[in-house]
C-alpha cells in the first residue's frame, strides 16, 4: 500500500540465526508493519566518515618474481606521472577559465568598480566585491585592482572593506564547480560538496559578524590605521610582485593560447578608458607605432572578446571536467589499498593530548604555505577537493587547511600594495592589511573553540541536501553568485529604499524562521501546536520535493518520492520539512516509507533514497521468518531495500 509508515523499534535476534550472527549485538533497528511481521534494519553507517582500509591489492612485494617487481614499479612510475601530468593540466584549465570569464566581464567589472555612489552602501559593496570576483574568476585580481583604487583615491578605505570582504566570498566558486566533477558518486559528491562549501560557510559567517561590526564601529579600518600609524611604512621599498610559482609552470602553455592585458581592466575600474570604447583586453604587442605579432593563438582570430571569451569557456570546461574525470579514476587507482590507508592515517592523525590542539593550527599554517607558494587560494582548495570526495582527507582536517588558504591568499594583495608609489602606500597597505585582519578575526571567531566551528555543520547539511537533490548544486551556484549579488546590485541601482523595502521583509522571513527552527530543535514545548513543524505550510513553502519531482520528470528519472513522508532522509522529525535539515533523527524514530515506483526504502539520517535520482535499489527477499539478514542488505548505495 502506497504510504504506509510503520513502527520502528530494536528487537532481538530469532534464536535460529544466532550461531550465524555471533559477533553481531544483541539487538538491532528492526521495522514491525501493520501485521506484526518483523524486519531487521541495517545499523547506521557514518556517510562522514572515512572509508575503510582497503585490502592489499595483488600478492605482497615478497611474493613477486623479478620481472612482476620490475613491472609493478613501472606501472606505479608511469601512474605518478600520469597525475602529476593530469594536475598540471588541471592548474592550466583553471587559468583558462579564469581568463575566459575576464574576456566575458572584464569590462562590466570594471564598470562596476566605478559606482562610486552605489560603493558607499556596504551591502552592495559586498554583492560588488562577490559579483566582480566571480566575473574575473580571481579574488587575487579583484583584491589588486581595489588597492590600484585605494592607492588612486578613487576609492576610500571605508568603501573598500566591504568589497574585499566579498571578494573572499566570490573566491570560492571555483572548487564548488570542482566538486561538480564527482556527482555522479553519490557518497563521493556529499564529502566533495561539503569540502567545497566549507569555505562558503566561513566566509558568509565571518561576514554576517563583521560587516555590521564594521559598519557601526569600523574596527577594521581603526585598528588598521593604528598599525600603520605606528610604523614608518613610507619607507618601505614597493616593487612589483613577483612571480607566482604556480605560473611558472603554467604560464609556457597559457601564453601560447592567449595573453591579457591587466593595465586594461585597471584602467577600465578608475575611469581612463570606458567600456563602450573599441579596446581589447587582449594584449597587444606594439614597436615603434607599429603593431607586431605577440605569439598567441587567440590573437589570430578576428572575434569581440565576448565571443573569444565564450569559446574559451566551453574549452577549458571541457577540459576541467575531462581532467577531474581523469584524475578522479587515477587517484582511486593510486590511492588504494595501504597507500590510502597511510595517507588517511599521516593527514587525519590525531596526536594524543595536549598536542592534538596544535594539529589543526599545523593544518593551518601548511594550507597558508601552500598557498602563498602557489598565489591562488582556489587552486589549492580545488586540488583538496577530489580528495576529500574520496574520503582521504576529513571534513575536519579540510576546515583549518582552508582557514590556512584565505590566510595565504592575503599576500597577493599585500605584493600589489607594495608596488603602489610611496606616496599612496600608506593607503593600499592598508586595505591589504584589512584584508588579512577579516580573515585572522574570522579564525578567531569559529576555530580556536570546538563549539564555535559552525562552517562544519553547516557545510554537512549542505553536503546532505546535494547528496538527496544534486540539481540543488547548480541552483546553489546560481542563487550565491550570480543571482543574490545581482539582485542586490539592480535593486540599489533602482534607489536605496527599493533595496530596504525588499531585503528588510527577506531578512525578517529568515530570522524568524530560524528562531522557530531553533525552538522547535532546543524547546518545541514552548511554541503552539500548529508551529511544532512546518506541515501546516503548502508543501512547495517548506519541502524541495515538488521541485525535485518536476525536475524528476523532465529529466525522464524514476519519480521523486512522496514529499513530506520522505523528511526524515534530511534529517527531520515526520512531517517536518528542509527548513529545518540539522534535526537528529534516531534510530527509534526510524520510518518505512513505500514508493510504488521504486519500491519500499528505509531512510535515515546518514543515508539517502536512489529512488529520487532514477537509481533503483537492489531487491532483497526476506527469510521465511520475515527477518531479513544483515549481510543481505546492500550497502553499495544510500538505500537499504526489503
Not at 184 to 193: H, L, P, S, V, Y
Not at 516 to 526: A, G, M
Given at each position: 500500500m502506497r504510504g504506509r509508515r510503520l513502527e520502528s523499534r530494536a528487537v532481538p535476534f530469532a534464536p535460529q540465526l544466532r550461531g550465524e550472527r555471533a559477533a553481531m549485538k544483541e539487538s538491532v533497528p528492526a521495522i514491525v508493519d501493520q501485521k506484526g511481521d518483523t524486519k531487521v534494519l541495517p545499523e547506521e553507517e557514518d556517510p562522514w566518515a572515512t572509508p575503510p582500509d582497503f585490502d592489499e591489492q595483488g600478492p605482497r612485494w615478497s611474493e613477486l618474481t623479478g620481472a612482476q617487481r620490475a613491472r609493478r614499479v613501472a606501472v606505479g612510475i608511469s601512474k605518478a606521472g600520469a597525475l602529476l601530468f593530469l594536475l598540471w593540466m588541471f592548474v592550466c584549465s583553471l587559468d583558462f577559465l579564469s581568463t575566459s570569464f575576464r574576456l566575458i566581464g572584464g569590462k562590466q567589472a570594471g564598470r562596476v568598480f566605478r559606482e562610486s555612489e552605489l560603493l558607499r552602501n556596504p551591502v552592495v559593496g559586498l554583492m560588488i566585491g562577490v559579483l566582480a570576483t566571480v566575473l574575473v574568476q580571481s579574488s587575487s585580481t579583484s583584491t589588486s585592482v581595489v588597492v590600484t583604487m585605494v592607492g588612486t583615491h578613487l576609492l576610500r578605505v571605508r568603501d573598500a572593506v566591504p568589497i574585499i570582504m566579498g571578494a573572499n566570498i566570490g573566491t570560492s566558486v571555483t572548487n564548488t564547480v570542482v566538486s561538480l566533477g564527482q556527482a555522479?558518486?553519490?557518497?563521493?559528491?556529499?564529502?566533495?560538496?561539503a569540502a567545497a562549501t566549507i569555505h562558503d560557510m566561513f566566509n558568509w559567517l565571518a561576514v554576517i559578524v563583521l560587516l555590521p561590526l564594521e559598519v557601526a564601529t569600523g574596527y577594521l579600518e581603526r585598528v588598521t590605521d593604528a598599525i600603520m600609524s605606528s610604523g614608518e611604512w613610507h619607507q618601505v621599498e614597493g616593487g612589483a610582485p613577483k612571480q607566482a610559482f604556480l605560473q611558472t609552470i603554467t604560464k609556457p602553455v597559457t601564453r601560447l593560447v592567449v595573453q591579457l592585458d591587466k593595465k586594461v581592466l585597471e584602467k577600465l575600474a578608475s575611469g581612463q578608458i570606458n567600456e563602450t570604447d573599441d579596446v581589447s583586453l587582449l594584449k597587444q604587442c606594439w614597436r615603434n607605432g607599429t603593431?607586431?605579432?605577440c605569439g598567441y593563438l587567440l590573437e589570430q582570430i578576428p572575434w569581440s572578446d565576448s565571443t573569444l571569451g565564450l569559446c574559451l569557456l566551453v574549452v577549458s570546461l571541457l577540459?576541467?571536467?575531462?581532467?577531474?574525470v581523469a584524475l578522479v579514476k587515477l587517484l582511486h587507482s593510486v590511492l588504494g589499498g595501504p597507500i590510502a590507508s597511510l595517507l588517511r592515517r599521516i593527514i587525519n592523525v590525531e596526536p594524543p593530548w595536549p598536542y592534538h590542539l596544535l594539529t589543526g593550527w599545523a593544518a593551518m599554517a601548511l594550507g597558508c604555505a601552500l598557498t602563498v607558494l602557489v598565489q591562488s587560494s582556489s587552486v589549492f582548495t580545488s586540488a583538496l577537493t577530489p580528495l576529500a570526495g574520496l574520503g582521504v582527507v576529513s571534513l575536519e582536517r579540510i576546515y583549518p587547511l582552508t582557514l590556512g588558504a584565505n590566510i595565504g591568499t592575503t599576500a597577493t594583495g599585500l605584493l600589489a600594495a607594495l608596488a603602489a608609489p610611496p606616496a599612496s602606500l600608506r593607503y593600499t597597505l592598508q586595505i591589504a592589511f584589512c584584508h588579512l585582519l577579516f580573515n585572522v578575526t574570522g579564525i578567531l571567531l569559529f576555530?580556536?573553540?570546538?563549539?564555535?566551528r559552525l562552517p562544519i555543520p553547516l557545510a554537512k547539511a549542505l553536503g546532505n541536501l546535494t547528496s538527496r537533490y544534486r540539481w540543488f548544486s547548480i541552483l546553489y551556484l546560481l542563487m550565491m553568485f550570480l543571482l543574490l549579488p545581482a539582485a542586490v546590485f539592480g535593486l540599489s541601482a533602482a534607489g536605496p529604499?527599493?533595496?530596504a523595502g525588499v531585503g528588510i521583509p527577506v531578512l525578517l522571513i529568515?530570522?524568524?524562521?530560524?528562531?522557530?527552527?531553533?525552538?522547535?530543535?532546543?524547546?518545541?514545548?514552548?511554541?503552539?501546536?500548529?508551529?511544532r513543524d512546518w506541515s501546516?505550510?503548502?508543501?512547495w513553502m517548506h519541502s524541495l520535493d515538488p521541485l525535485d519531482r518536476v525536475l524528476s520528470r523532465l529529466c525522464c528519472c524514476c519519480p521523486a518520492s512522496d514529499g513530506r513522508r520522505d523528511a526524515p532522509v534530511l534529517g527531520l522529525i515526520p512531517n517536518q520539512s528542509q527548513m529545518n535539515i540539522l534535526q537528529p533523527v534516531s534510530a527509534s524514530s526510524s520510518v518505512l516509507t513505500l514508493n510504488s515506483t521504486c519500491g519500499p526504502e528505509y531512510h535515515t539520517m546518514n543515508g539517502f533514497e536512489n529512488c529520487a535520482f532514477g537509481e533503483l535499489p537492489k531487491k532483497k527477499k526476506a527469510t521465511n521468518n520475515n527477518i531479513v539478514d544483515q549481510k543481505d542488505w546492500d550497502f553499495g548505495g544510500t538505500t537499504t531495500s526489503l
Open positions: 555522479n558518486d553519490r557518497r563521493e559528491f556529499r564529502r566533495a560538496f603593431r607586431e605579432s577540459l576541467l571536467c575531462g581532467c577531474l576555530y580556536p573553540i570546538p563549539a564555535t529604499w527599493a533595496l529568515v530570522v524568524i524562521v530560524g528562531l522557530v527552527n531553533l525552538v522547535q530543535r532546543k524547546r518545541p514545548s514552548l511554541l503552539p501546536l500548529k508551529l501546516f505550510l503548502p508543501e
